[in-house]
């Protein structure tokens, strides 16, 4: 994991069809405007690689899991939900985070 990741995030999905693109596009922009580049995201295609989704018991797909920090946490199905999505991993959402330090209201 790169050095400045805070968070590791592996995807699992089942082929190269609509559903999977879908999930994919959504779980990179709940990243890219949650957690900007404290991240790292492993996309696994349970038919290509169904030894790792036996190891980490994927029952369905898409299936998201914050691997790290510990504990890990899971959200199944469908995730263009971004609240649902970040409460269910446990991320950060930008609007617990409130205005930036020097954002010009003093």
């Given amino acids: ?52 989704a ?7 797909t898409p299936t998201l899991i914050r691997a790290l920090p510990p504990p890990g946490r899971r959200v199944v199905g469908d995730l263009s939900d971004t609240e649902r999505v970040l409460a269910g991993l446990d991320l950060p959402s930008k609007l617990e985070a409130g205005p930036e330090f020097g954002s010009g209201n003093t």
């Fill in 1 to 52: 994991m790169p050095a400045t990741a805070r968070y590791l995030l592996k995807l699992y999905i089942a082929g190269h069809n609509t559903r999977s693109e879908r999930a994919i596009v959504n779980v990179k922009h709940i990243c890219e405007m949650h957690l900007n580049d404290g991240y790292q995201l492993i996309i696994v295609d349970v038919l290509e690689q169904p030894q790792l």
């Fill in 54 to 60: 036996k190891a980490e018991q994927i029952l369905a």
